[in-house]
């Protein structure tokens, strides 16, 4: 069975950052667009940041442009999520999904993802 295991959440001080690991088992991420969804409480899913898996092409949601780095490490079949400059907005349990495509521009749109981690809380506060 696909399994895809997030970690590195924690909590971290305004300003501080984190780097989140999306590792997969049984298959290879390098086949799969990969993206990263956060959701706070009482707030819909977003897409945070997602890569292509074809060319490694990347995209972020706005409010993390600049913030956030996503890449791909092929031998250790993992995505991370660099999180830098972080901001109290930011807290949130963070997913990691992969997409079974290998031609087309990663999107951020949770219903193409077929497969979900269990996520990781990332809380930011002083």
């Known amino acids: 069975q696909v399994q895809l295991v997030e970690s590195g959440g924690g909590l971290v001080q305004p300003g501080g950052s984190l780097r989140l690991s999306c590792t997969a088992s049984?298959?290879?991420?390098?086949?799969?667009?990969i993206g990263w969804f956060r959701q706070a409480p009482g707030k819909e899913r977003e897409g945070v940041s997602c890569?292509?898996?074809?060319?490694?092409?990347?995209r972020y949601t706005s409010s993390v442009k600049g913030r956030f780095t996503i890449s791909r490490d092929s031998a250790k079949n993992t995505v991370y999520l660099q999180m830098n400059s972080l901001k109290a907005e930011d807290t949130a349990v963070y997913y990691c999904?992969?997409?079974?495509?290998?031609?087309?521009?990663?999107?951020?749109?949770?219903?193409?993802?077929?497969?979900w981690g269990q996520g990781t809380q990332v809380t930011v506060s002083s």
């Open positions: 999904a992969a997409d079974n495509v290998l031609f087309r521009l990663c999107v951020l749109r949770d219903s193409e993802y077929d497969y």
């Open positions: 049984r298959f290879a991420l390098n086949y799969y667009a």
């Open positions: 890569i292509t898996s074809s060319t490694g092409s990347t």
